[in-house]
């Protein structure tokens, strides 16, 4: 079992890597440091190697706001899903921005254990799929494309909305992500925040 140490760490916000780089807004930042990951809670965790990837790449996990110990994840069919967050080995996405499509304003995840998959949608339930497999649809660049909604539902919390299907969001119902129009319920709306 891994010690966690809670420190309060406003300075990082002066980094400009979330206003600048991915629009996310935050007032206050908790960072929990485990041996050399620094991961910021406001659903998104930020880790040390930033770095390796440049600017505008960020690694990251999202933990659902209504089951805080499950993260978005896939399965092992590459089925996207929220699972039980596995802090010795967590499964990392890596935030591009801007996203597949080059839209100023957009993100796409492409998932850290599997260089060149990417979170998309098809059917309306998330998957990941390699973006250079020559079956993969011509409108693979919009389906793995999104715009973060910072403060969406709830403060310190991200959205995350379709660019080919806006008002769109990716949610979790039965642990499976999926992308739903919002009903305006707030089972939806604590669905859709991570």
Not at 105 to 118: N, Q, R
Not at 160 to 189: A, C, M, T, W
Request: avoid cysteine; charged fraction near 20%.
């Amino acid at each position: 079992e891994s010690n966690w140490i809670r420190t309060r760490v406003p300075e990082l916000l002066n980094t400009n890597i979330f206003n600048k780089d991915i629009g996310v807004t935050v007032t206050s930042v908790y960072v929990y440091i485990m041996a050399p990951l620094l991961i910021l809670m406001l659903g998104v965790a930020v880790f040390s190697d930033v770095e390796a990837y440049g600017r505008g790449y960020l690694d990251v996990i999202f933990s659902s706001k209504n089951y805080p110990a499950y993260i978005l994840d896939v399965n092992s069919n590459g089925l996207g899903y929220i699972i039980v967050a596995n802090a010795a080995n967590p499964n990392m996405w890596v935030i591009e921005q801007p996203g597949l499509t080059g839209e100023e304003g957009t993100v796409s995840l492409t998932y850290k254990g599997k260089p060149g998959f990417y979170l998309r949608h098809t059917g309306f339930l998330m998957q990941i799929d390699n973006k250079y497999d020559p079956v993969v649809p011509q409108h693979f660049l919009l389906d793995a494309t999104f715009r973060i909604r910072n403060d969406k539902y709830f403060p310190g919390y991200l959205a995350f909305e379709s660019v080919n299907y806006p008002g769109r969001f990716i949610r979790h119902q039965g642990y499976r992500l999926k992308l739903h129009p919002s009903d305006g319920s707030e089972l939806f709306k604590n669905d859709a925040s991570f």
